[in-house]
């Protein structure tokens, strides 16, 4: 398409749509692509507005592509449950130094990271987390001698961090999920006493169920043998001298019958039972 010119000329007019790309095209290159915005699973983002009333806390956008003008921006933040690590050292409860190694989960809440970027900004860890976590450890472990911390009272010392921690922040849009004492280091020394003394109250334990084993095997003992005595005094009172006479002439009668060639006399034993003179066999 043409339009007439001062000069009575005809100057071609350029259509609408390529005015607007051109313009498109130069706000992309202005903007050095930052007008495009891929937020992953695991992530949320807020916008700030620099000419709409500053940072939007309460619009939370979603994972999906997003298109944002160019003079605004685009904060993306990772949601998902993450691990971090902190090593201490702390004085225990004696005044001890120990050596702490514990690791921390914790992710921001997805429906509040537009007040978490407005009250703190993306170095939550660095800035909140991290400084919270080592001061309410070293309050805990102050409370705590080194061999509670090496062997009783580990997941008591746990929970107390993290419940402590978490109450800390509850406020600052961030969920803990768990704090864990990794491992201990005491002084080498101690920690020998220690060992020591936990293998003492272990075969003090040992030996104290060899006592009771004993005496379990004792009082068995001690039963049977009163049953034993029980039962031969039950016996004694059965068995009379007319009993015993009784089984012998039975007795005598029975090898009476036998084939075996014998000599027999009635009533020269003691309590008059027959006496049996061997014989060939």
Known sequence: MFEANDNGGMTPRIPKIFVIGFIAFLLILISGGKMFYTVDPGEKAILFKRFGGGLDKETVYDQGFHVVAPWNKFYIYNVKIQEDYEAMEVLSKNGLSIKLDLSFRYNPKMSEVGLLHDLIGKDYLESILRPEIRSVTREVIGE????????????????????????????????????????????????????????????????????????????RKRIEAQGISDFQRIVTKTITPSLLKWKGVETTQEIAKSPNSKVIVIGNGDGDLPIILGGDK
């Not at 419940?163 to 999920?177: F, M, P, V, Y």
């Open 144 to 219: 705590y001698l080194p061999e509670e911390l090496y062997s009783t009272k580990r997941e008591e010392v746990e929970d107390k961090i993290y419940d402590l921690t978490a109450s800390a922040i509850t406020d600052k849009h961030l969920n803990l999920d768990a704090i864990l004492i990794r491992d201990v280091t005491l002084p080498p020394t101690l920690q020998t006493a220690i060992e020591n003394k936990l293998k003492q109250e272990q075969e003090a334990l040992e030996y104290e169920f060899k006592l009771l084993k004993e005496e379990k095997e004792a009082e």
